[in-house]
């Protein structure tokens, strides 16, 4: 059974920078496409971003620019690095990994951005 546990949320102002990361374990497979989503309150879960193993991204028109996901395929992490960030940042962040066209989710992590 696939694991993902994400770790580096917090609290920061605006215009601040946070990098969260993941980590997956149960396998000893590469996981194959590996992402972020995101769910504020009272609104429905967003992909963030997204990385195949192969390396292309992918990222919501939100977050380009401020946005960087990165991954290594060896240790079967993930990581998205959040600059300049907004309020509208605000939420609970999910790492997702899919292995073998099966979702894997973390428990979430929050991040909130003070104005």
């Known amino acids: 059974q696939v694991q993902l546990v994400e770790s580096g949320g917090g609290l920061v102002q605006a215009g601040g920078s946070l990098r969260i990361s993941c980590a997956a374990s149960?396998?000893?497979?590469?996981?194959?496409?590996m992402g972020w989503y995101r769910q504020a309150p009272g609104k429905q879960r967003e992909l963030v971003a997204s990385t195949t193993r192969g390396g292309t991204t992918t990222y919501a028109d939100s977050v380009k620019g401020r946005f960087t996901i990165s991954r290594d395929n060896a240790k079967n992490t993930v990581a998205l690095q959040m600059n300049s960030l907004k309020p509208e940042d605000t939420a609970v962040y999910y790492c997702n990994g899919r292995l073998f066209r099966v979702n894997y989710w973390g428990q979430g992590t929050r991040v909130t951005v003070s104005s």
């Open positions: 149960g396998t000893m497979l590469s996981i194959d496409d």
